[in-house]
């Protein structure tokens, strides 16, 4: 029998984008594993992915065309073909365009895949020509990234494997043990060198318990911990007076704001000790190279983009950006931007329609967004009623009637379920994709490797089916994906001198290739692609938008939903934080039985003395609730949280518990910037389940 050996990325939301391999036989998946020459993968995958074939051949794939044939969220459902799917759903779009305009249709995606021909272009095109409304895409990193941004001027940085060089590396609020897996090994390797790890997570995660250090401060108070780090190192003299000279804007009215930062006063708002202040500030500002490594998680609060300020200020301080091992390590999402025209069409398409934040989907569908009213709403690539906040007000609004909803799918999620159409989708083994990545510089080409299983199609074939329905004859609405990246790749190389002469012929062939960028330590040769050249420690374009200019902490605080209800005791709550879950990506994987098993029921962490408060006891069913809604876990007491804290990992299915998960108490509240979630500032009640 004849085996064919097929490159593929791994398309799932990880800054690790692998690069896999498919052993096909008589058009079956046989195997499945990690390419060996992908130099981030370097031959091996994560728990989640190495039993991939159980994904993509899952008894409950979607495998044709579903109508709706009961009341919504009813699970009966009648099979149609393709053409009776689209035919209906151009003749409601149609309708809602004669009466609303094409505003009332909302496109949600986010990271199902995060190729750029099946989730970029196609989050585009269609929709720009269509003049839909414009998805804010605000719920993962979008304060970091502007904080970022606006600081250094791009999000780039130093490959994995220079963390050897590192002397000390501080990981802040981030899990990479389960959220960058492929950061590990090089991490090991320079801890076995000597290198000490320092973790800042209000939860005792995987990563902190590998590290020498784990500092507990309370949630959304690391502004106020990162600018009394620099308060000390500033008042021991231990900062870098020429660089920030030479390198920064802003540095004497930052001087003048850290006054505020003492540590008596820091240590009130954090719950970190003076003495353990000045301990890590002394160790910060004199073991270099010093590397610090942030992510997302950290910024889901109110405060979270002027937390990402505060804390890009500690490396300016000691001359550490453009150190090789030293630094900042966040996202790499800057170096490659495909270009914008290419994936989108703004010239050929009519106006943006107005902009609808991802964040607030319930609100919006219950009567935030008017003028035109939301009438329909199509879902690819997200499951938004289990994983957007405040997933009841979701739920509740895609039950309206007058609401049309299609969901492509490739199972029936809590978001599928509610929808009045749900089509069929592809598994990244059946369709082809390219893939940049946001931890690494390495373009990954996903080849298709068999076809779709079913009536299954990518979601750029149904985009070019919904333009033919509609009408649409422009020829980039009917190219094939291969067309597309091709024409992509041409188009982004015009600015990107790493990308010139890359072919879609290359990529199939190599599987990846990495791209190199001079310097390879961002920063290295004192520049930075900010409107000073510098980095903006007080950033005038944040104060034209009426924002502090200078890295500030500001207090987050969240009602828990309850309206100032007297029942509802405000000493009596916990602050509910809900990050990664080790063996799923978001809800991607979390009905696939074997990982389900690994991960354990859904449980919320609650430290002894809280747990004793309420007389709850290890393994007991618990109700935690707000204002907002609630869901029913299983209680671990354990002081891998401190009091006053409880975490619960993101992911669950509602469907598969009681109809809820812990996204039904989080807050739809918008951060300090960007429009970003704020999922950690979660004010919540807990207490025993009645038997
Ligand atoms: N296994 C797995 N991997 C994933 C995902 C997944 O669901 N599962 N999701 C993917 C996605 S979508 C993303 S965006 C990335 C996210 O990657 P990470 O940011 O690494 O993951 P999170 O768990 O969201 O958040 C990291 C940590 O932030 C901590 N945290 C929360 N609030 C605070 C705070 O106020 N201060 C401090 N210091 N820490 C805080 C949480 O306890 C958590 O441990 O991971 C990706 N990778
Ligand atoms: N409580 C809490 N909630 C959170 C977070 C948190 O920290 N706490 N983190 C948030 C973050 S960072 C993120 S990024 C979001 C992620 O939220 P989402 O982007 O909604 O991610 P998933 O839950 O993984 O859902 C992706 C869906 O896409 C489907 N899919 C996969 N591939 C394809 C495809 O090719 N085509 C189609 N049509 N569908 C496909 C999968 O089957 C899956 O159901 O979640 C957020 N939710
Ligand atoms: S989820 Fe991340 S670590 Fe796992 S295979 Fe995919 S890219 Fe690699
Ligand atoms: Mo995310």
Not at 133 to 158: F, K
Not at 252 to 265: M, S, V
Not at 465 to 484: C, I, K, N, Q, Y
Not at 562 to 575: A, T
Request: aromatic share 6%; hydrophobic share 40%; charged share 20%.
């Amino acid at each position: 029998m004849t085996t064919t050996k097929i490159y593929g990325a791994c398309p799932h939301d990880c800054p690790d984008t692998c690069g896999v391999i498919t052993e096909v036989e008589q058009g079956r998946a046989v195997k499945f594993y990690a390419s060996s020459d992908h130099p981030i993968t370097a031959g091996w995958l994560c728990a989640k992915v190495r039993p991939y074939l159980d994904h993509v051949y899952h008894p409950d794939r979607l495998l044709h065309p579903l109508r709706r044939s009961g009341a919504k969220g009813g699970g009966e459902w009648q099979r149609i073909s393709w053409a009776e799917a689209l035919g209906e759903i151009g003749e409601r779009w149609r309708a809602v365009i004669d009466q609303h305009g094409a505003e009332a249709i909302l496109p949600y995606s986010y990271s199902g895949t995060l190729g750029a021909v099946q989730m970029g272009i196609t989050s585009g095109r269609f929709w720009n020509r269509l003049g839909a409304s414009q998805l804010e895409r605000s719920i993962c990193g979008a304060a970091a990234e502007m904080a970022v941004n606006h600081t250094l001027g791009v999000r780039q940085s130093q490959s994995y494997h220079d963390v050897v060089q590192s002397k000390l590396v501080i990981i802040w609020g981030h899990n990479p043990v389960s959220t960058a897996p492929h950061f590990m090994p090089h991490l090991r390797k320079a801890q076995k060198d000597g290198c000490k790890l320092v973790v800042i997570d209000p939860r005792r995660t995987r990563t902190a318990q590998s590290a020498d250090i784990h500092i507990a401060p309370k949630p959304a108070t690391d502004g106020a911990l990162a600018l009394g780090i620099a308060h000390i190192i500033v008042n021991a003299d231990l900062h870098n007076e020429a660089w920030l000279a030479a390198n920064t804007v802003g540095w004497p009215e930052l001087r003048a704001r850290l006054a505020e930062y003492a540590p008596e006063r820091v240590a009130a708002i954090t719950g970190i000790s003076a003495e353990t202040l000045s301990e890590l500030a002394h160790l910060y500002a004199t073991t270099q190279p010093a590397l610090i490594k942030i992510a997302d998680g950290l910024q889901r609060h109110p405060n979270g983009g002027q937390t990402v300020r505060c804390i890009l200020t500690l490396p300016a301080l000691t001359g550490q950006y453009g150190v090789r091992g030293g630094g900042l390590a966040y996202s790499t999402s800057g170096y490659v931007q495909w270009d914008d025209d290419a994936v989108n069409k703004w010239a050929e398409c009519p106006p943006p329609g107005r902009r609808v934040n991802m964040n607030r989907l319930g609100a919006a569908l219950t009567g935030e967004v008017t003028d035109p009213p939301i009438q329909s709403l199509y879902i690819f690539g997200a499951n938004p009623a289990a994983v957007s906040p405040n997933a009841g007000l979701i739920r509740q609004g895609m039950l309206r009637d007058d609401l049309f909803t299609v969901v492509h799918e490739l199972f029936m999620t809590d978001s599928a379920e509610l929808a009045d159409i749900v089509l069929p989708a592809t598994s990244q083994l059946e369709h082809t994709d390219l893939h940049k990545s946001y931890g690494h510089t390495v373009l990954t080409y996903n080849q298709q490797a068999i076809a779709p299983l079913g009536e299954s199609r990518s979601n750029w074939d149904v985009m070019r089916m919904l333009a033919a329905e509609m009408g649409f004859e422009e020829p980039w609405l009917r190219d094939s994906a291969e067309t597309v990246i091709g024409e992509l790749l041409t188009a982004t190389a015009q600015s990107i001198p790493a990308l010139q002469g890359m072919t879609r012929d290359r990529l199939e062939r190599e599987g990846s290739v990495q791209l190199l960028f001079t310097p390879d330590v961002p920063f290295a040769d004192g520049c930075f692609p900010t409107p000073s050249g510098k980095v903006e420690l007080f950033c005038n374009r944040l104060a034209a938008h009426g924002i502090d200019p200078l890295p500030t902490y500001v207090s987050a605080d969240d009602d828990g939903g309850v309206n100032g209800q007297s029942q509802w005791r405000k000493r009596d709550s916990l602050n509910l934080i809900s990050g990664a879950a080790h063996h799923f990506t978001t809800s991607t994987f979390a009905n696939q039985d074997a990982l389900v098993a690994r991960e354990g029921e859904p449980f919320v962490e609650i430290h002894p003395d809280d747990a004793a408060d309420r007389r709850i006891r290890h393994g007991d069913t618990v109700v935690v609730e707000n204002g907002r809604g609630s869901a029913e876990l299983i209680a671990r007491v354990t002081d891998a949280v401190c009091p006053g804290v409880v975490a619960s990992p993101k992911g669950r299915w509602a469907r598969q518990h009681d109809g809820r998960n812990i996204n039904w108490t989080t807050p739809d509240a918008l951060g300090d910037l960007a429009g970003q979630s704020t999922f950690h500032t979660n004010r919540v009640w807990i207490r025993k389940r009645e038997s």
